[in-house]
Structure formats: C-alpha cells, structure tokens
C-alpha cells in the first residue's frame, strides 16, 4: 500500500499520551482519506450526542492518499473532521498550501485528537518525533504570527504549520484553522472545536520517502494533467481568478445582495473580477504541486487600508462586498485580511455582518446595541464588525454565535433574516433563481455550500430551466456530490476539476498509479456515494432529520425583487418537497431521508446499519422520538 | 591564496529561476528527488523552493561559481569542478559529510543526503534538467550568463515601454 503512510496518530490531549496506529488496506480503499476517512474516523471515536466543544469530541486531521506526491493539486491538501458547533452535524472542511505535504512525510494518514489539554499547547510532530509544546506565549497571537514564531522557535522555515486565531480561542463558532498563512479550512468552525481543546497549532516537519510503484507510468499521467491544466479547463482559475463569478452572477440575478434582499448589485463594476486584477493583484501564485496556480494575492495601494495584502476569491468577496452592500474594494480586502489574522471563516463573518446590517435597517438592531451606524454599504462599519465578532466584543459577542443562534438570542423574528441551512451560513449564489443548486445545498451534510456538489453547474450554463423545481434535479444533484466527495478524499483541488476529463476514470487512475491499490472507476463512484451515506449516517445519529434538509427563510419566503428574467422567483415549501422526494428516492434512502439497510449493505456499510435501525419505517405523524443508542 | 575570481565562463548553463514567475509549488523539488532518488522527498532534492512572503518565491539550485567556494572549502578534496560544464562533482568515496560545503555556499544550494551522509549538488542531468522541463510556469531557465542578461534586457524593456505607451494612453 504505497501512498498511504499506513499510520493514524492519536493524541490524548488530556494525558498528552501520543499513539500510532495501523490504517488497514481495506479502510483506505473504502473511505479513501481526506474527508471519507475523516468522517469514518470520527465516527468510530466519538460518541453520539457529544456537545462540540466537550474534550469527549474528537478533531480528526487527514491527509489524502495523494498528499505528499507530484500529483498535482494532489500532493498537499488536509481535511479536518468534527461535530461542528454550527450545525451539531458533521463538520468537514479541507484547506491545501503546504501543509498537507508535510503531514504526509511526516509519516501520517490521519491525526485523532480527544481531550482537553489543561493549558494552551501545540502539537510538534518532527516526522517520529511527537510532543505537546507550551503555546501560553502564543495564545492571543495571530495565524500569521503564530506561524512566524513556531518557526522561529523550532529553526526551522520549512515547518509548516496549521493554526488557529484569537477568535478560534474564543470560541467563536465561525472559527477557521489556517495554514501557510493563506489558506484555511474555513467551514463549519472547527477552529473553534480546535480551540475547545486548548489547542493552539499543528506544527509538522517531514522527511520521509514517499515512493510510488511505477514512476514512468505515473510521470505519464502527470504530463498529462500539467498538460490539461495549461488548457481552457483551468482557464478561469488561472486568469481572473474566482472573482470573475461576480459579472456573471450579477448578470444573470444570481448574486445575493444586501443579506437575500436582492439578487443583483449595482456596484458590480467596482468590485469586479476584472477591475481588482487591474488593480489590486500583484501576483499569482501556487500551492504544493500544483501545475496551473490559482492564488491571486491582492495589495491595496492607495487610502486608508493601504498595505492591505490578502488572498482573494470569490466567495469571502461576495460576504463582505455585494452581501454587504459594499462596493469598495479596499475595505473588501481589509475584511478578509482581517478574517485570516483572527482567523474566522471569511464567508460566514460576512453572512453574520450582513444579517446584522439587516437588523439594523429593520430596527431589530438599534445604534445604541452595535454602537455603530450599520447600515447595508458602510465599508468602515464591516471591517469594524469583522473584528468585533472575531473578538466578541460588544454586539460581537452574541453574533460569534453565527447567525442561527444569534437569532435564537436576539429574537423578535430576527431568524427571518438569518440566511443559514443546517446553522453554517450561506455562500455566494441566490439560490432562489437556481433550483438545482437550491437542492443541492438543502441536503449538503456540513450544511449550507456550494462545494458538496456541483449542482449550480447546469442551472447557471442553462442546461436546465433554473426556476423550475422538477422530477430529475436529485440525480443531478446525487451524481455530482458523488464526484465532489470523491475530490475531497483523495484530496485534489476543486478548481482542477475539469482536468479529469474521464471523471471518476481518471481519478481512479491516479489512486492507483500512487497507491499501486487497484480501483476501477465504478469502485471510485461507489466509494463517494459510501462516503455521502456515512455523512449523512453521522447526521442522523447525532438527530438531523428530514427537516433539516431545508432553505433560508428568505429563499422560501422572499422572492427575487430586481426587475429581469429572476424576478419573482422563490423556492417553496411544494418545490423543496418535491425536490427532496426525488433526490431520495435516487439516493436509495426513505422518505425520511434515512439509507436503507439494503443500500448500506449495497455499500458495504453492514457495520453501521445500527445507526439507522429504528428511523426507517415510514414517516408516522407525530414523528417517533429516535432512540438513542450508545455505539 | 588570493586568487583573482575569474567570471563564470560564458559556455556554462545553469539553472537560474525568475521570481517573477515562480509559484512556490515545488514541482522542482518533486521531480528532482524522483529523478536522482526514486522517491518524493524534498530533503533529497537538488534544487529548494523558498517562499518568505505570499508574493516573494524563488528555487534555488547550483550557480557554478567560479571559481567555486564550496570546491575551496572542502578539507579533503571530495569536490571537483568540470571545466566544461561547471558541475561540481563529488566524490562519494572521500565525502565525510562534514558540511564545509555547505557553509561556504551563499545560495544554499548544497544539501546532505539524509542517509548516505555525503552532500549532494545539482549535477544539471547531463545536460537536460529535469526540474526546467518540468516547471508549469517557466520560471526556471537553463541558460548561460550572457543569455541572462539577455533576457533581464528584454523583460525591462517591455516593462518600460509598457509604462510609456499607458502613460501616454495606449492600451498594449
């Protein structure tokens, strides 16, 4: 089993034991690595029902099978798994830089954290070599400083390291943990789970060999995709950039403005793709192994927010710009610089201020509750919220929560403007006018995100009518997931998507060129489809239902106002209902939307049947209680 | 034993990377390791990508001084230099690993071998560096010092002259 190092470490933050274990050939080959192994190795830590931040909670780290190799985008991407304090589901997020490469050398497939470590610590691995490290003078510290001194301190530049912020170590539920400065595994707070645990950093230096069975059959491969990835595949990625998303968003009424109160924005211009390029980009670069580089780093020039240098996409820009009502560039960048020094999700902190701004306009927020006249497109009073959240200061405090609880708190009807699915907030589509993609996001396991499936794809390039919900939407929706949680396991960089031209042939191709583990493409698409049933397994041991597949109150209630081809258009109740049925019945689960003991077993799940005995009769009303049951 | 430098003769290719264009990835390290060591281990690469800042990148490997410090610095006369490359080669026989190389290079550009105990310096691939074919961006360039100069000439010429033509309002 090349390609896998073939060892998990378990680290007991409570005791500060440390120990490795054996992955086995046939877990890898079913759950592959990244998030498919990580979501497996919560499962068999952790214990139902456990709160996100108890030290019961485990936080499980991995690298893919092809980290650590030339592969390219392949050679460097990490996932971390947890219970996520936002949705109290699985929470799953990847980040790529460096970081992953050095894991893998290191000698590890995977890292186990349980426990709570008494004081503020970080975890040294140098490669055999593992130990908890005083980390009380890094606490409060930033990513990047936190980074800066770990090297400092180990000599040594070429330790990598993933981090948390101060806002990791508040506990703010939108917490993000980062590496190589910037870059992050941004959703559903697992920083904060990170930080539950006194943990302040990973810091790894490897130097092991990491061989592959047949060098010239897998150069081959990789001339190949060197190639593809040259061509109009990654054409995008590689010229504007993500935020070439906002023209075309905003041309087809596709882009949430001012918290999902419209769909286009008038500034587009401003904030474009094209005009921060033009002004903003100073350069371009890449992350561990990759062929065709994506990662614009953007420096304001001029003005109060001078010096501001920051990666840009399209997602963090859209949060704090068109979500905001902020057409300014500068404080665009500051808000996302920021986001990355506190280290804070740079979506949902943008989500959170702009449903604050909501609140404020509707006068659920007054000016003497923030302190600050929020109002939608005061650029100075986004990047001041951005830090008050990330620090809970003041208004912050109750907004770290994310926006779900925070409407909890705040009450009089404020859930109405808070635009989350499942507790993790909304990204960059208005999925009002994009019904594939609207079905797409109310069945993602780690919650509201447009990266557990494809499924805008063909409602923005017109291959299917976008405002109507119809029979036939679930298979679209169940064959991209599939794809999409196969990218996320080996681990490769979404933006290289399109460079498999072959699909799941390629990339089983690629398995097993590193691994020299045979893998046919149909082997592949049913392990993703294996790994969506066990998200979904570990929602519903942890009580997720049906309900929960569901949208933004505004998306169901609001319609689309802007004059144009969208106006009108709204997801309801009917549609979604519909929409659910069919993805079901495709998935091969309930009406309920629970796997079925014939599918499990079709999946090579029987050990995991238990999860679902007891939900699978048909939905009675009242619905019965689930039965809990320890495992 | 103050020997004037001589200049690099003009014959001689190195690898030379412009920062420029470098992205960081260290494919170079990649196929530079798989080539000379059938593995992936950036510890036994020839060539070491270095990143101080997101937008500041470079790869550094050989620079064939002439004459060369580390071939001076080395107590038992493990280093050679070829007069018609500028490789320098090393005799694994006599090489204790001791690393007065490595301190005598101002770039870097010599590393120990982790297991076999003796240093390791770009030997070029016979002519044809795989760490050049390989890089997705064309950052790095096996070129002698005078198409270097060359190059650097081109490259602020378009830069200058780009400048003019917006300044004078013309779209280029």
Redesign the interface.
């Known amino acids: 089993m090349l390609g896998y190092a073939g060892r998990i470490l378990h680290v007991d933050l409570t005791t500060g034991k440390v120990e490795t274990a054996t992955l086995k050939e046939e877990l890898a080959k079913k759950y592959i690595g990244g998030i498919g192994l990580g979501m497996r190795l919560y499962l068999d830590n952790s214990k139902p029902g456990v709160d996100p931040f108890d030290p019961e909670n485990p936080l499980v780290l991995t690298t893919g099978p092809l980290s ?3 592969v ?1 985008t392949g ?1 460097n991407g990490h996932a971390f798994v947890s219970k996520s304090p936002q949705s109290f589901g699985v929470g799953e997020a990847k980040s790529h830089g ?1 970081f992953g ?1 050095a894991l893998k ?1 290191a000698g590890y497939d995977g890292v186990v954290f349980k426990g709570k470590a008494e004081k503020p610590v970080y975890l040294w691995i140098d490669d055999d070599a593992v130990q908890l490290m005083d980390a009380k003078h890094l606490w409060g510290k930033s990513t990047g400083e936190t980074e800066d001194a770990i090297r400092a301190e180990l000599k040594d ?2 330790i990598r390291v993933a981090t948390i912020g101060v806002a990791g170590e508040k506990l703010v539920r939108i917490a993000c943990i980062m590496n190589d ?2 870059r992050a595994a941004g959703r559903c707070g697992l920083g904060a789970v990170m930080g539950s645990k006194n943990l302040k950093a990973i810091a790894v230096r490897g ?6 069975p047949d ?1 010239d059959k897998l ?1 081959e491969i990789i001339k190949r995709q ?1 190639e593809r ?2 061509g109009p595949a990654t054409r995008k990625y590689r010229t504007l950039g993500t935020p070439e998303n906002v023209l075309v968003m905003n041309s087809i009424a596709a882009m949430p403005t001012r918290n999902f109160t419209q769909a286009t924005f008038e500034h587009a211009e401003k904030i474009s793709g094209e005009y921060l390029n033009q002004r903003f980009v ?12 994506c ?1 614009h ?1 953007a ?1 304001v020039p001029e003005g109060p927010y001078k010096g501001t ?1 920051t ?1 840009i996409e399209y997602e963090p820009l859209w949060a704090m710009g068109p979500n905001c009502g902020v057409g300014n560039l500068d404080a665009i960048l500051k808000g996302m610089e920021l986001s990355n020094f506190y280290g804070v999700d740079a979506i949902s902190i943008g989500d959170i201020v702009g449903f604050a701004m909501d609140l404020y306009e509707h006068g659920i927020l007054s000016k003497e509750d923030v302190g600050l006249e929020l109002k939608f497109g005061n650029g100075e009073a986004m990047v001041e919220m951005v830090k008050r959240i990330s620090l809970r200061e003041g208004v912050g405090d109750v907004l770290a929560e994310g926006v779900k609880i925070a409407a909890e708190k705040i009450g009089k009807g404020a859930y109405r403007y808070a635009n989350h699915i499942k507790g993790v907030e909304m990204t960059g589509y208005d999925i009002r006018g994009l019904k594939t993609a609207a079905l797409g996001y109310a069945v993602s396991f780690r919650g509201a995100d447009h990266n557990r499936h494809g499924a805008y794809g063909p409602d923005v390039k017109g291959k299917v009518d976008r405002f109507k919900a119809e029979k036939g939407r679930g298979k679209l929706v169940y064959e991209t997931e599939d794809l999409y949680t196969i990218i996320d396991s080996l681990i490769v960089c979404k933006f290289s998507r399109g460079t498999y031209y072959d699909g799941f042939k390629d990339l089983a191709g690629i398995f097993s060129a590193v691994t020299g583990i045979e893998m046919t493409p149909e082997e592949l698409r049913l392990a993703g489809e294996r790994i969506n049933n066990l998200g979904r397994l570990i929602n519903i041991r942890e009580g997720l239902t049906r309900k929960d597949d569901t949208l933004p109150y505004k998306v169901m209630h609001v319609p689309i106002p802007d004059e144009g081809v969208a106006k009108g258009s709204f997801v309801s109740q009917k549609e979604l209902d519909l929409l659910l049925d069919d993805y079901y019945e495709v998935r091969g689960w309930t009406k309920d939307g629970v796997p079925t003991i014939e599918k499990l077993n079709e999946l090579g799940m029987k050990d995991l049947v238990h999860i679902v005995k007891g939900k699978l009769a048909p939905a009675p009303s009242p619905p019965k209680k689930p039965s809990k049951k320890e495992d | 034993m103050a020997s004037v430098p001589a200049a690099r003769p003009a014959k001689w290719k190195l690898v030379d990377c412009d920062p420029d264009k470098c ?5 170079c390290e ?2 530079c390791s ?1 080539t000379k ?8 690469s020839r060539i070491r990508t ?2 101080l800042h ?2 500041v ?1 470079i790869s550094i490997t050989c620079r064939l001084c002439s004459p060369a410090p580390c071939v001076t610095a080395c107590p038992r006369d493990s280093l050679t230099q070829s007069e018609e490359t500028g490789v320098i080669m090393i005799d694994d026989d006599k090489c204790d690993g001791c690393s007065w190389c490595i301190e005598a290079c101002d770039y870097g550009a010599i590393t120990l071998h ?1 297991e076999k105990k003796v240093v390791r310096i770009c030997d070029l691939c016979d002519g044809d560096p795989e760490c050049v074919k ?1 890089c ?2 064309e950052a790095l360039d096996f070129i002698t010092r005078d198409l270097m100069a060359q190059k650097a000439r081109i490259t602020v010429t378009k830069k200058l002259f780009k400048e003019a033509m917006e300044a004078a309002g013309i779209k280029v």
């Open positions: 650590g190799t030339m390219p050679g460096h490469t050398r530049h070429y400065k910037t130097s092991k060999d990491i061989a592959v060098k150069l060197h990835m040259k100073a350069k371009i670069i890449g992350c561990n192994s990759c062929a065709m580089r990662e780093i420096v240098t990666r | 992205t960081g990835c260290t494919i990649y196929i798989l060591e059938d593995v992936f281990n950036a510890h036994k270095t990143r997101p937008l990148n982790p390989w997705p961006e």
